[in-house]
Nanobody
């Protein structure tokens, strides 16, 4: 079955950097787009970033564009999220997710509806 295991969360100060990693198994990683989402206390889960199955296309939410970078390593079946210039508003549980369909697009209006498998999440806390 699909397994997504996140790691790399922690407590950092505003302005610091952090890299999250997600190890995927149980499905053909090379044919599935991958994404990162986050959920802050008492808020809905929101889209952060996505990378297409072919790595040629990435997408970011406006709130993280220019600060976060998503990448994937086909040899290791991992997808990473490099987070720079972190802000207290970035505090949330971060989830890795795989697209529901092989060769699926990451450009839909509601990307959260396109991702069907989720990891358990990793906590990121940014202090001011």
């Amino acid at each position: 079955q699909v397994q997504l295991v996140e790691s790399g969360g922690g407590l950092v100060q505003a302005g610091d950097s952090l890299t999250l990693s997600c190890r995927a198994s149980g499905f053909p990683f090379g044919t599935h787009s991958m994404g990162w989402f986050r959920q802050a206390p008492e808020k809905e889960r929101e889209f952060v970033a996505a990378i297409s199955w072919s790595t040629g296309v990435t997408r970011y939410s406006d709130s993280v564009k220019g600060r976060f970078t998503i990448s994937r390593d086909y040899a290791k079946n991992t997808v990473n999220l490099q987070m720079d210039s972190l802000k207290p508003d970035d505090t949330a549980v971060y989830f890795c997710a795989s697209h529901r369909k092989a060769y699926g697009s990451i450009m839909s209006i509601k990307p959260i509806e396109d991702f069907g498998s989720w990891g358990q999440g990793t906590q990121v806390t940014v202090s001011s």
